[in-house]
């Protein structure tokens, strides 16, 4: 809500959560919106961006059928709120952690055909990165991808593996920040689980080497907010092939803090 003082809760979580004596992802369950991802699969969108949207003050006003803005369909829907109020400008985010990760994982389903092999994967995903394991890394992004219809590769690029590789770092538990911004430019992607000392920056390339991936990392410092703060980094360059649709390279680099 804009408002501040403002409080919501909602009716069905606490009714299930009190009958059943535990918290689970009660809301979520009550429906799943198959017809918002179908239709999300259908738009030139970055789902990374949803973690933190700005929008502005007239937002709530400009709901056109004829022009459905993806942002504003979301929050009247109730999967993202409003996080953050700056003068004329609104920051969207999702409302809790129950949504963030029940949506990732429903639009991950979507674009995999409503396969459930993806969700487990994504587990899988989340223990390779974490043991330095980047051969059962590519293999593991690959079968995930194999699950996806070839005519959503259509329009694969860089934006799309990286909406991919989010959606899936996203339900093995770690924190993914898209789009970074830094003083030297926009890196892909910081990845972080939460009580590690380390941080995973990622460059995402279509068709071009991992290793000049990992060159624009170091060229443009993307690293040395976090080394500043005694992180252990480690650069990553990932490679896609969208002819053969899958990954074709892995580049790493460990830097001390």
């Known amino acids: 809500s804009p ?7 909602n009716p069905i979580s606490v009714m299930y959560a009190l009958t059943k004596g535990r918290f689970e992802n009660f809301w979520f369950r009550t429906g799943t919106p198959t017809f918002l991802v179908n239709w999300l699969k259908e738009k030139p969108w970055r789902i990374p961006e949803l973690e933190r949207f700005p929008v502005g003050a007239e937002f709530l006003e400009a709901f056109d059928l ?3 803005r993806v942002e504003a369909v979301l929050y009247q829907a109730g999967y993202l709120t409003i996080g ?4 004329e400008e609104w920051v969207l985010t999702y409302p809790n952690r129950e949504v963030r990760r029940s ?3 429903i639009l991950l389903q979507g674009l995999c055909d409503w396969e459930t092999r993806p969700r487990v994967l994504a587990d899988e995903l989340g223990r390779a990165i974490r043991h330095l394991d980047w051969d059962a890394v590519r293999e593991i992004l690959n079968d995930i991808l194999s699950y996806i219809p070839h005519t959503l590769y259509l329009r694969a690029d860089e934006r799309f593996f990286h909406t991919v590789f989010y959606l ?3 339900l ?3 924190r993914a920040e898209s789009e970074v911004l830094t003083h030297r430019g926009r890196l892909d992607m910081a990845v972080r689980y939460e009580g590690e000392n380390r941080v995973f920056v990622f460059e995402f390339k279509a068709g071009i080497s991992a290793e000049e991936a990992l060159k624009q990392i170091e060229a443009r410092g993307y690293a040395d907010r976090f080394r500043s703060r005694g992180l252990s980094v480690i650069s990553v360059g990932v490679s896609f092939d969208p002819a053969e649709r899958r990954v074709s390279e892995i580049v790493v680099r460990i830097n001390k803090g």
């Open 3 to 9: 408002w501040r003082d403002l409080r919501v809760y």
């Open 172 to 174: 093995s538990g770690y």
């Open 66 to 68: 004829e022009n459905l």
């Open 103 to 105: 949506f990732q994982g």
């Open 168 to 170: 899936a770092l996203a």
């Open 84 to 87: 953050e109020v700056r003068d």
